[in-house]
């Protein structure tokens, strides 16, 4: 068994921790400049640990650059998969993947289904974003309405898609499906609380929480019954950037309707039926529109 090494100034140690040599130098000329009468020999010790001294710090940037270099590639190829799975995620949450149900749990009908996500886009997140927004005092509407989609349905169903897909693997039952919906309802609230804190320095008050806790909870169930159906639904949520589809995307009012457009920003996701022989378009995604920038 190696001897523990015990640090420079502790009870008990033998030895003082190491220091590389040339630090040592340096400390060994300044010590002795100290105890030397002699001009000259001053002179000349003050040289040495000037030298000693350019030395160990030559040594240190070198180190510290190689360091930062390995951070910045560590960073990079950490953003790199995380990327990856963000998108890996999206595409299981909107794409024509067969998701496990949850054990124990009873098939939601498209009936049901639709009049809840209908009444959480004409009224819940809609009265939502008023709220925060009358609270805060500031900034539009339609900004605080996709602040909301972003952190509480689109973050939200990748998570769930990530968690179905763990059940193939994992089987829960029906308490431990609870369990993790409480859960997440918890951590995507903080997100949102940290997120208006940060974004617009507004502290959510006890009225406006609950009416977020609910909110969410709400969403989450949805998204769940949505992705475990039969047959299965999806969200339509179109990628900031992509080309303006009519027969999936709805524009906000206000916004260009007809000739070549963008998709700058999704106020409220679509929502599809993965039937057969074709997909069924229950609900268009809500988009802000803006026609692309003609090249010079």
């Keep these: ?94 794409g024509p993947v067969i998701l496990p149900p949850v054990p124990g749990g009873k098939p939601a009908s498209h009936d049901e289904l639709t009049a809840t996500f209908r ?30 989609i972003d952190e509480i349905v689109v973050k939200g169903s990748r998570i769930v898609a990530e968690h179905l897909v763990r059940l193939a693997s994992h089987p829960s039952d029906r308490p431990a499906e609870e369990q993790f919906l409480r859960q997440l309802r918890h951590h995507v609230a903080g997100n949102v609380a940290q997120g208006l804190a940060r974004q617009v320095n507004y502290q959510v008050t006890t009225e406006v929480g609950q009416h977020l806790d609910a909110v969410i909870g709400s969403v989450l169930r949805l998204l769940s019954d949505l992705m475990t159906a039969t047959p299965p639904g999806r969200l339509l949520l179109p990628r900031d950037g992509c080309g303006f589809d009519p027969e999936r ?15 700058k920003a999704t106020l409220f996701p679509g929502y599809v039926i993965l039937a057969e022989p074709a997909v069924v378009v229950v609900e268009k995604a809500v988009v802000y529109t803006e026609r692309p920038e003609k090249e010079e």
Excluded: C, N
């Design 1 to 94: 068994m190696s001897k523990k090494r015990v640090r420079s100034g502790e009870k008990g140690g033998d030895k003082p921790a190491r220091v590389p040599s040339a630090l040592a130098d340096l400390l060994a000329q300044l010590d002795r400049m100290k105890q030397d009468p002699t001009a000259s020999e001053v002179r000349l010790r003050s040289d040495l640990a000037r030298d000693a001294a350019e030395e160990v710090f030559a040594k240190l940037v070198r180190r510290l650059r190689r360091k930062d270099k390995l951070v910045r590639k560590l960073q990079e190829r950490s953003e790199r998969w995380r990327t990856r799975l963000t998108d890996l995620l999206h595409d299981l949450a909107t």
């Design 119 to 148: 009444k959480q886009k004409s009224h819940d997140v809609a009265k939502l974003a008023q709220a925060i927004r009358d609270a805060v005092g500031a900034g539009d509407l339609p900004a605080y309405q996709r602040f909301l």
């Design 249 to 263: 995307h709805e524009p906000l009012a206000g916004r260009p309707s007809s000739g070549e457009l963008r998709v």
